[in-house]
């Protein structure tokens, strides 16, 4: 069982119908792997909807009575892969996003944590993997209970 969601040849696949996936195309395969599986795991540390399939399944997906992965699942590995190429660290994102305002004779720098969004806060930096990742994402303000006898 494959510990990434999807593979270097899907990416590719996907990105030859995309525009501005230069990073992507210039990659060695072994870095195309790197960021599949980076992006993975910042995809799995999400809280999604339903369980596991298999409880034994190393990765999140798939999920509920599904047998494959969403497509969805695939596009948003392979847009957050390309983010990571093209050198998008989601820490220093969050960082970055954070500041409202700078000065430099004073040295202040102010930050404000809610007007970043919700994707990179998450994790997330590419706006285009969050959108594919939404309609699987739980409700932070659902609780699931669960009866053990």
């Known amino acids: 069982m494959p510990d990434y969601y999807g593979d270097v040849a899907g990416g590719t696949e996907y990105f030859g119908q995309r525009l501005r996936t230069a990073v992507w195309d210039d990659a060695s395969d072994e870095d195309r792997q790197k960021a599949l599986w980076e992006a993975t795991r910042s995809i799995d540390r999400l809280a999604f909807k339903g369980a596991k399939t298999d409880p034994d399944q190393v990765l999140q997906f798939p999920r509920n009575t599904l047998e494959d992965i969403p497509d969805n699942i695939l596009y948003a590995t392979y847009e957050l ?61 659902e609780i699931t209970l669960s009866r053990v006898s």
């Open 81 to 141: 892969a390309l983010a990571l190429l093209d050198n998008i660290d989601p820490e220093i994102e969050v960082r970055r996003l954070g500041v409202t305002s700078e000065s430099y004779g004073g040295v202040r720098t102010t930050y404000d944590r809610s007007s970043i969004d919700q994707g990179t806060l998450s994790g997330i930096p590419s706006p285009t993997a969050w959108q594919f990742l939404q309609p699987y994402l739980a409700d932070p303000g």
